[in-house]
């Protein structure tokens, strides 16, 4: 049977690696860094020029209104970020602004993936434009760096494993304060180490390769996880929200492992927190 989205996830791994030349070109020269939502919340000309060329592109190759976008610039400047039935890309133009601003060896990634209804991904691509490494997967049909199988590891000894999680960009004393209380329950299992990469996009790649067994974090967007989402589940990774139910793609809490066991042993630890969702309606 004709696979209809063969073209579209051929076509994205094209425009990522089109995107990621820009950001690589972008990287010599001076970044100039503005905030969004806080202090901590970076973006660049790069971010947003990006977005468009990514947006221009898919426009270009399907057609003015065949798709949805959500981009994390276009919401960030007030446009709608909410998944209907309508086939929907998901853009992050730099994932790990944040590392991308130091212009030092860090990783900063570019992803996209395509949606067609809420927790249904067809396929996400995350090129780390740095080490000019290209992930990918396709729903049902595995999941690849540089067009190489990965797989999550097998570990299923909490006491030997490593743990991701970052701090996102919401600075107030009673959030960090649970961050790093959760941080220290689970370092205290214990686990061999606890990591953080800077960007989402990495530290999925990094447990759908068996690099680390978990990466969890209450406070992402849609846009930081949707690719590394399906590549994690590819791999033979699993998702779930940090309560230990379902995991939903706009809630903003994620934790994704290389199997439920790890995952439900560090949920025990989580300190949740409320974070707004993704498509909760903007305020008045
Ligand atoms: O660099 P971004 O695309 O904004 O994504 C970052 C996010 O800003 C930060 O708060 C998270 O902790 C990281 O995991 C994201 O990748
Ligand atoms: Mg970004």
């Known amino acids: 049977m004709e696979d209809p989205w063969q073209k579209a996830y051929d076509f994205a791994v094209a425009v990522a690696r ?26 660049t000309k790069t971010d947003e020029r990006v977005e468009k ?104 000894d909490i006491n030997k494993s490593i743990i991701i999680s970052e701090h996102g960009t919401d600075r107030s004393p009673e959030k960090v304060t649970k961050i790093f209380s959760t941080m220290q329950k689970i370092l205290c299992i214990p686990v061999h180490g606890l990591r953080g990469s800077g960007t989402a996009a990495t530290n999925m790649c990094l447990v759908a390769t068996g690099a680390v067994e978990a990466f969890f974090e ?20 699993i998702l779930l929200d940090v309560d230990g139910g379902p995991f939903d793609l706009m809630s903003r809490r994620m934790v994704s492992a290389n199997n439920e066991l790890i995952a439900k042993r560090i949920i025990k630890e989580i300190e949740i927190f409320p974070v707004g969702r993704d498509d909760a309606p903007a305020e008045k």
Request: net charge negative.
């Open 18 to 43: 089109k995107a990621g030349a820009e950001i690589r070109k972008a990287g010599e020269s001076e970044i100039r860094v503005m905030t969004k939502s806080s202090t901590v919340d970076l973006v």
């Open 53 to 156: 060329i990514i947006i221009s592109s898919l426009k270009e190759e399907f057609g003015e209104d065949a798709h949805c976008f959500i981009g994390e610039e276009s919401v960030a400047k007030g446009e709608p970020c909410v998944l209907s039935d309508k086939p929907t890309w998901i853009i992050d133009p730099v994932d790990g602004t944040t590392n991308f601003k130091t212009k030092k060896n860090f990783s900063f990634e570019l992803l996209k993936d395509d949606l067609f209804k809420l927790s249904f991904v067809e396929f996400g691509v995350v090129y780390s434009c740095l080490e000019d490494k290209m992930y990918k997967a396709r729903k049902g049909k595995g999941a690849f760096c540089d067009d190489e199988p990965i797989q999550v590891s097998d570990m299923k």
């Open 218 to 237: 209450i406070g992402i967007h849609c846009w930081d996880i949707a690719a590394g989402v399906i590549i994690v589940k590819e791999a033979g990774g």
